[in-house]
């Protein structure tokens, strides 16, 4: 198991469209992965689970994965949540 953390950068905080990118990104992996921010520890193959954590900007949250693939998933998507800024 690993772990990984950041903040949330958009001003958005993780809305639909990011909570969308985000989770399919995470499905390309063979791993589980999960996602935390304060009390919640959710899926983060689900767009449902991502939106689930409330996180807003400047919010810190948590990538956990374990599983085969846990440590290429973990740097990709701790990346993707890093560099998230969409503007709609």
Known sequence: M???ATTIKDPKGLHLRT???FSGEALKFK??????SGNATLNAKSVLGVLGTC?????EVEIICSG???EK???T?????RN???EE
């Open 55 to 59: 996180a807003k900007y400047g919010d």
């Open 2 to 4: 690993v772990s990984r």
């Open 77 to 81: 998507l701790i990346e993707i949540l």
């Open 31 to 36: 791993c589980s992965v999960k996602i935390r």
């Open 68 to 70: 085969e693939d846990e």
């Open 84 to 86: 998230l800024n969409i």
């Open 73 to 75: 998933a973990a740097e």
């Open 19 to 21: 909570a969308t990118i």
